[in-house]
Structures are given as structure tokens and as C-alpha cells.
T-cell receptor, first 109, second 115 residues
Framework: GQQVMQIPQYQHVQEGEDFTTYCNSS?????IQWYKQRPGGHPVFLIQ?????EVKKQKRLTFQFGEAKKNSSLHITATQTTDVGTYFC?????????FGTGTSLTVIP | NAGVTQTPKFRVLKTGQSMTLLCAQD?????MYWYRQDPGMGLRLIHY???????AKGEVPDGYNVSRLKKQNFLLGLESAAPSQTSVYFC??????????????FGPGTRLTVL
């Protein structure tokens, strides 16, 4: 079965609202990566988290790795139309690398 | 510097036909990967390679074969296409500093339809 699940699958927000996607793994992860895929495009690497409880920020994006290293979140503050796309987490279990199911974000101007 | 390129961009096959998807990278990366992307399933790893002449199975390898005869190329073959193989296929490459910890660079994708 799917090793890494993301919720929600879809999210529609008004421009300026915040957005959060959650990533949950059935097994402990060595690290977690986040990728963004624009509509019709290909995944592009955003960031990697390695340490338990780690928090990293990129401008309006905040990434968090859970204490148990089995979950992660991406929070976008004050969404803009340029944030539209699908956000994927991806984690390494030690012997296999799994992408999450993705969260598709639509931003309504 | 083209990065990762894939050919073809689109292809329609009939059930039972065979084809090869070509991935090329000009970044001198050691690792290369083939993924398929289906709605609601995310990206699933088909096969990967950690160096020229080596390949390994990923999460969903059945029905596919791969070859890495040259460092810069990674080929994905479908010997007898089935409708279940209708998908968008992405190739990716990475430096090779660590399996699962490298940043992966993706190609533009190949949209394959099997009728």
C-alpha cells in the first residue's frame, strides 16, 4: 500500500489565505523532501529536512519535520497566485524512497 | 545546459505494442530514476540506477525494463504495453551523494496513452 499519504488531496483558498498540507508516513523516515509541481510541469525540489523536530522557512513557506520523523507539514502564509500547483513530500525509509500522494493547491484571485 | 530531457513528449500505443522512452542528462549525475505519475497516487518509482551499467527495481517495476549503458542516458522499455500503463512518466537524476537524500532533478515528462 501507499507508504506516504498527504492530506488534503485538494485545497482551494482565496488569495491571501493561509494553506497547510500534511504528510504522514507509516514508517520512520530518515529525511523528508518537499517538491512543487506547477500545472503541466515537472516536480521541482524545494527543501530537505533531516533532524527530528526540524523547522525551516523559505519566505512565506514553513516546513516542519515531526518529532517521531513520521510526519511533516508545509505551511504557506498569505497565498499568492504563484503558489498554485501540487505539493509533494518524499521520504527515505532507509531502503526505499517514497513520494507522497500530493496536495493540489488552487488559489482564487 | 539542458538538464534532464525526455523523448518523446507524447505517445499513443495500442495494447501489446512495445516502445522505449529515452532520458538524457548533461549534469554528470550518477543516479537516475524513472517514475510514473497517476492521479491521486503521486509519483511511484519504477526503476532506478546508481551508476552506469547498474539498475535496480523500485516500487512498481512489473511490465518495465531499463538499461543504463551510458552514464548520461537511462532507457525505460515497455515490452508489451497494457492500458494500465497509461500514465505520465518522469525521469529524474541526482548527484549520487546518497540514495534518498539527494536532490532530484526532473525531466519534462512523457505522456503515454495505451489503447
Amino acid at each position: 500500500g501507499q507508504q506516504v499519504m498527504q492530506i488534503p488531496q485538494y485545497q482551494h483558498v482565496q488569495e491571501g489565505e493561509d494553506f497547510t498540507t500534511y504528510c504522514n508516513s507509516s514508517t520512520t523516515l530518515s529525511n523528508i523532501q518537499w517538491y512543487k509541481q506547477r500545472p503541466g510541469g515537472h516536480p521541482v525540489f524545494l527543501i530537505q529536512l533531516v533532524k527530528s523536530g526540524e523547522v525551516k522557512k523559505q519566505k512565506r513557506l514553513t516546513f516542519q519535520f515531526g518529532e517521531a520523523k513520521k510526519n511533516s507539514s508545509l505551511h504557506i502564509t498569505a497565498t499568492q497566485t504563484t503558489d498554485v500547483g501540487t505539493y509533494f513530500c518524499a521520504g527515505y525509509t532507509g531502503n526505499q524512497f517514497y513520494f507522497g500522494t500530493g496536495t493540489s493547491l488552487t488559489v482564487i484571485p | 545546459n539542458a538538464g534532464v530531457t525526455q523523448t518523446p513528449k507524447f505517445r499513443v500505443l495500442k495494447t501489446g505494442q512495445s516502445m522505449t522512452l529515452l532520458c538524457a542528462q548533461d549534469m554528470n549525475h550518477e543516479y537516475m530514476y524513472w517514475y510514473r505519475q497517476d492521479p491521486g497516487m503521486g509519483l511511484r518509482l519504477i526503476h532506478y540506477s546508481v551508476g552506469e551499467g547498474t539498475t535496480a527495481k523500485g516500487e512498481v517495476p512489473d511490465g518495465y525494463n531499463v538499461s543504463r549503458l551510458k552514464k548520461q542516458n537511462f532507457l525505460l522499455g515497455l515490452e508489451s504495453a497494457a492500458p494500465s500503463q497509461t500514465s505520465v512518466y518522469f525521469c529524474a537524476s541526482s548527484h549520487g551523494q546518497g540514495w534518498g537524500t539527494d536532490t532530484q532533478y526532473f525531466g519534462p515528462g512523457t505522456r503515454l496513452t495505451v489503447l
